[in-house]
């Protein structure tokens, strides 16, 4: 098999539920080495979170766990104990990088913050991914995914273009903020890991959460502190009403993308009227919502007349910009997503075969893959323990006894 991207990278990760180990997954998917640490006894949180098979909870059968922990050993280990924490020291000395997730408080506290472990690994890639950061006033703050979303202002911004602002801010379906989180923070390992190649310098990589989802908002984070322009969610105002957005159709919904005169122009004549797009009132961008005002009843009844899949294969002849909102049986049997084989069957020795998506991007030389699946509670121990450090089975009877894996 060929060698992973990563290939020889070594991965420390101390974190848990979806930010952490995401991003640790990112890193061991393209080759790295990576080793999980959990608390013995109830181990990771995700492991605690569905879906499971059956709908029945189980350690070892989390969808979720399952997911984002392919290609890692799993050991289990008690780090707020003396002898937890020289062994927490010795698997620090061996990577190259520590993924952890703990609050900077707890971190320093346990003597395992990044200034006490580069004298042990100076050359050591520290990425610590909280709420808010490392500094500031909120830095030991606790969150949970739902208020960092709308720490983040995302949540003002969703749904868009509703009637009114009596609608109240949501929250994005599933766990979007947390795995954004662990994608930037594994872009940010990356680059200090090339730098770590190039300079052969190790260094804090500070990861917020919160500042992670301010990043992926584009054009509205920026409104406010150049424009003093509080961007508003309202259809009505500066006459965006009718500029596209979600139409009901025949067997479900499709998006429209109108923002642009020639996509305007492109619509009406999709709809049979190219006559409309003599309106003045349409042609003008200002007004275009009051003329769509007078034409959304023809448009909702020629929508509903026809399936999703009508409708976007008929507008991609007439370059009109419609896609469908494909529902998750549509997605898991995809055409183009099959012929890419995005999504890839993986073993487990408890959950037995699931299906998972594998990554939106494809290597010509050095491929990703999934080694192996995700671990059980501490089913590593003897392998990292014995043969990584040094114990002996007789040293991991006693470690077991005290609590400490």
């Known amino acids: 098999m060929a060698k992973g991207a990563l290939e020889g990278a070594k991965v420390l990760e101390y974190a848990a539920f979806v930010s952490g180990p995401y991003c640790t997954k990112l890193l061991a998917d393209l080759g790295a080495e990576a080793i999980k640490i959990e608390e013995p006894g109830p181990g990771d949180e995700a492991r605690r979170r569905g879906p499971f098979p059956g709908d029945i909870p189980d350690l070892e059968k989390s969808a979720l766990f399952l997911y984002l922990n392919t290609n890692k050993m799993g050991i289990t280990l008690n780090v707020n104990t003396p002898t937890g924490k020289k062994i927490f020291k010795e698997l620090v000395k061996w990577a190259d990088i520590l993924v952890e997730d703990k609050p900077p408080k707890v971190m320093e506290e346990l003597g395992l913050d990044y200034n006490a472990l580069k004298v042990i690994n100076p050359q050591l890639i520290m990425t610590s991914i909280t709420p808010f950061g490392q500094t500031g006033p909120y830095r030991n703050y606790k969150a949970h995914h739902l208020n960092i979303y ?5 949540g003002y911004l969703t749904p868009s273009e509703v009637d009114n602002l009596e609608r109240e801010p949501l929250k994005g379906g599933g766990l979007l903020g947390d795995y954004v989180s662990g994608l930037y923070a594994a872009m940010a390992t990356l680059g200090a890991l090339y730098a770590k190649g190039k300079m052969g310098l190790g260094q804090h990589v500070d990861s917020s959460r919160q500042q992670a989802l301010i990043n992926i908002q584009r054009v509205q984070a920026s409104a406010y502190p150049n424009e003093k322009v509080n ?32 996509q305007w122009e492109a619509f009406c004549e999709l709809l049979g009227h190219p006559e409309w797009w003599e309106n003045e009132k349409m042609r003008d961008s200002y007004t275009r919502g009051e003329a769509y005002s007078e034409i959304e009843p023809f448009v909702l009844e020629w929508m509903m007349n026809r399936t999703k899949e009508e409708i976007y294969h008929q507008a991609e ?5 419609i896609v469908p909102f494909l529902s998750p049986d549509e997605v898991a049997n995809d055409r183009q997503l099959e012929a890419r084989g995005f999504f890839v069957e993986v073993d487990h020795p408890k959950a037995g075969k699931i299906r998972y998506p594998s990554a939106p991007y494809q290597f010509s030389k050095t491929p990703w893959s999934v080694r192996h699946p995700a671990p059980l509670l501490g089913q590593h121990n003897d392998e990292v323990y014995c043969q990584l450090l040094g114990y002996t089975r007789g040293d991991l009877v006693k470690l077991r006894g005290a609590g400490i894996i």
């Open 150 to 154: 709308h720490g983040s202002g995302l």
């Open 231 to 262: 961007l508003s969610r309202t259809a009505q105002s500066s006459g965006k009403a009718g500029m596209g957005g979600a139409m009901p159709c025949k067997n479900g919904y499709i998006a429209a993308t109108l923002a642009q005169d020639n």
């Open 317 to 321: 002849a007439m370059s009109c910009p």
